[in-house]
């Protein structure tokens, strides 16, 4: 795919209106016509046209079923969203993945076997990142463990933040806090040996999202909102899109029908960091 050289931003959805919370950005979806977006500490999923982006009624998950989520992602072929998350606020419990039909019903749960954890999908399958264990877990639609990618803290494999998967034998893993000495992009085999590799060259920031479009080529969303373009083998060819002052990116999703780039961005005051706005804006890539 071919994207434009300098994408400017055709809309801003500020989020929130609806439930009338102030609450950061914690996933971001698109399926079929419809943009999902998760708050941290909310269970209300908001829902807004992905072209004219106007928002719908909220996915409410039922009290007790959801309280602090961490991700969502969406699949096409189930038509559905996974939600990942903790059933209650405490620190100490493991989180579950929740299937969400999208009348907000709960139809399957399960444990992601880690304390948190970040979702893509692949197919009908359900690719979870777990950075406490350096495991990416590769779950079937309704639960079932088919694999599991084990990432060596000796090979660098620190604070884990996001996979995708991206051939039925390949994922794409970040990885790299602020202030850790890797922060990079690889591409690892199902054994989580590592085949290519893209180091994070702008200091102390970090990758935090994935993307992967239909030519393989890869998004990197960053912890400052710049958005990176690789192409398949992790060979860094542009920013696609520039930092913003002030803001700490989150997610990103893409509609590739539309050539639609929705990227989460939480805007923070400087001295304290407190959020200000959580926003989505919209980009024509192409």
Same mark, same amino acid.
């Given at each position: 795919m071919d994207y434009v050289d300098k994408p400017s931003p055709v809309h801003t959805i500020n989020t929130g209106l609806r439930t009338k919370e102030q609450r950061p950005i914690v996933g971001l979806a698109v399926l079929g016509n419809s943009l999902f977006v998760s708050h941290e500490k909310t269970s209300a999923i908001e829902v807004y046209d992905s072209a004219t982006y106007v928002a719908q009624d909220p996915l409410q998950i039922k009290e007790g079923q959801m309280a602090e989520p961490f991700d969502i992602a969406a699949c096409v072929q189930e038509s559905c969203l996974f939600v990942i998350g903790r059933l209650d606020s405490s620190? %100490?419990? +493991?989180?579950?993945?929740?299937?969400?039909?999208?009348?907000?019903?709960?139809?399957?749960?399960?444990?992601?076997?880690?304390?948190?954890?970040?979702?893509?999908?692949?197919?009908?399958?359900?690719?979870?990142?777990?950075? &406490?264990?350096?495991?990416?877990?590769?779950? +079937?639609?309704?639960?079932?463990? #088919?694999?599991?990618?084990?990432?060596?803290?000796?090979?660098?494999? @620190?604070?884990?933040?996001?996979?995708?998967?991206?051939?039925?034998?390949?994922?794409?893993?970040?990885?790299?806090?602020?202030?850790?000495?890797? #922060?990079?992009?690889?591409?690892? &085999?199902?054994?989580? &040996? @590592?085949?290519?590799?893209?180091?994070?060259?702008?200091?102390?920031?970090?990758?935090?999202?994935?993307?992967? %479009?239909?030519?393989?080529? @890869?998004?990197?969303? &960053?912890?400052?909102?710049?958005?990176?373009?690789?192409?398949?083998?992790?060979?860094?060819?542009r920013k696609l899109i520039e930092k913003a002052d002030n803001c700490i990116g989150s997610r990103i999703s893409f509609d590739e029908t539309e050539k639609r780039l929705f990227v989460a961005r939480n805007k923070v005051s400087l001295k304290p960091k407190d959020l200000k706005s959580a926003q989505v804006l919209v980009f024509n890539v192409k």
């Open positions: 620190k %100490d419990s +493991t989180s579950s993945i929740l299937k969400i039909e999208l009348d907000g019903k709960v139809s399957t749960e399960w444990s992601s076997g880690g304390s948190s954890g970040r979702l893509s999908t692949y197919g009908s399958n359900v690719i979870v990142c777990l950075s &406490d264990k350096s495991l990416v877990c590769e779950f +079937t639609h309704n639960g079932k463990l #088919r694999h599991q990618v084990r990432l060596s803290p000796a090979a660098g494999f @620190i604070h884990l933040s996001h996979a995708i998967q991206v051939t039925s034998v390949h994922f794409v893993v970040s990885h790299g806090g602020r202030d850790d000495k890797l #922060r990079r992009v690889c591409l690892v &085999d199902r054994k989580g &040996d @590592i085949i290519e590799k893209c180091k994070i060259l702008e200091k102390k920031n970090s990758p935090v999202c994935l993307l992967n %479009d239909r030519s393989r080529s @890869i998004l990197v969303g &960053d912890a400052e909102g710049r958005i990176l373009l690789l192409n398949s083998k992790l060979i860094f060819q």
